[in-house]
């Protein structure tokens, strides 16, 4: 980062071909849109490209932890800026091309349920899911692209886990595991 903040293009370069699938793959799953994805990464590698000051090195921050901040908020400023317009599915983003046909179908559909359900998620318990779940980051670490405390995230993540489960269990994808009598009253 040193280096890029005297415009050398040859560390930018570095950087980029380095972080680029791991920034894509974040922003993909939260937009769930790959030339929208790819958008949202160029557009944080430029925005770091043009000003490299806004990354501070005294801060002792991560490079990731920070850039996936980036990152993140762009893809959130995009689902709030176009909420109501997303309702696309890639579904050969999803398709394995060696399975049975009837496979892909079911794939496909739980999937669909799947990014629909997510969608449904509150901005926080989306990012709190992505980070972990998805990118693999450590709690104490998305707590703080997140800027919350551990407990708050962890919250965040339980809450998310219920919210995905019942709405996959209303939408029949997933079924309730609850006791129902032979009248088929709940128990």
């Given amino acids: ?15 980029v071909d380095r972080h680029t699938d ?9 937009v769930m849109n790959r030339e929208t994805a790819e958008d949202i990464t160029q557009e944080a590698f430029i925005k770091l490209w043009e000003n490299p000051k806004i990354w501070k090195s005294d801060k002792k921050a991560k490079f990731t932890t920070w850039f ?3 990152v993140t908020n762009q893809a ?19 398709v394995a091309h060696d399975m049975a046909q009837d496979k892909q179908i079911e794939q496909n559909e739980q999937q669909h349920s799947l990014d629909k359900a997510l969608k449904t998620l509150p901005d926080n318990q989306l990012t709190a899911l992505n980070l972990c779940f998805y990118e693999g980051i450590k ?3 998305a707590a703080k692209i997140m ?37 088929g009253e709940v128990a």
Avoid: C, P, W
Avoid at 1 to 14: G, L, W
Avoid at 22 to 30: E, P, T
């Fill in 1 to 15: 980062m040193e280096r890029i903040k005297f415009q050398d293009h040859q560390a930018f370069s570095i950087l």
């Fill in 22 to 30: 791991k920034f894509y793959g974040a922003a993909y799953r939260m």
């Fill in 68 to 70: 996936y901040r980036i």
């Fill in 76 to 94: 959130l400023d995009f689902l709030r800026k176009n909420k109501k317009q997303i309702d696309g599915l890639e579904v050969d983003d999803f």
């Fill in 139 to 141: 709690n104490k670490e």
């Fill in 147 to 183: 800027k919350v405390n551990v407990k708050a995230l962890e919250s965040l993540l339980m809450r998310a886990k219920t919210n995905l489960k019942n709405a996959l269990t209303r939408d029949g994808v997933i079924e309730d595991k609850t006791l129902k009598n032979t009248k």
